[in-house]
């Protein structure tokens, strides 16, 4: 059982920036590629980015591509979303997750990660 616990999220203007954290503990972080997805208020969840075991390959989703980065240590067991230049529309509940899976791969869909965290709050005012 893998333990995940965001943290970061908070209220900022548009433009701001703000790192997001997430601490992993009960299994071997560097077996799992992890994967940050988000939640807006009458909406779907939506893949946001996502980081291979080594942390060589990463993913974006196009509507982050430029503003957003995601980054792990893998002996602090820990994954971080870096959010720049925010809009209203980055507004949401932000997830991290943990996926068992195979080196080198960073997957997009949410149905293949295995474990997920609580969500941290993240309001972007105008």
């Known amino acids: 059982q893998v333990l995940l616990v965001e943290s970061g999220g908070g209220l900022v203007q548009v433009g701001g920036s703000l790192r997001l954290s997430c601490v992993a503990s009960?299994?071997?972080?560097?077996?799992?590629?992890m994967g940050w997805f988000r939640r807006s208020p009458g909406k779907v969840r939506e893949f946001v980015a996502a980081?291979?075991?080594?942390?060589?390959?990463?993913n974006l989703a196009d509507s982050v591509k430029g503003r957003f980065d995601i980054s792990r240590d893998n002996a602090k067991n820990t994954v971080y979303l870096q959010m720049n230049s925010l809009k209203p529309e980055d507004t949401a509940i932000y997830y991290c997750?943990?996926?068992?899976?195979?080196?080198?791969?960073?997957?997009?869909?949410?149905?293949?990660?295995?474990?997920w965290g609580q969500g941290t709050q993240v309001t972007v005012s105008s």
């Open positions: 997750a943990a996926d068992l899976t195979p080196p080198g791969q960073v997957p997009t869909k949410g149905s293949t990660y295995n474990y």
């Open positions: 009960g299994g071997i972080f560097s077996r799992y590629a």
């Open positions: 980081i291979s075991r080594s942390g060589g390959t990463t």
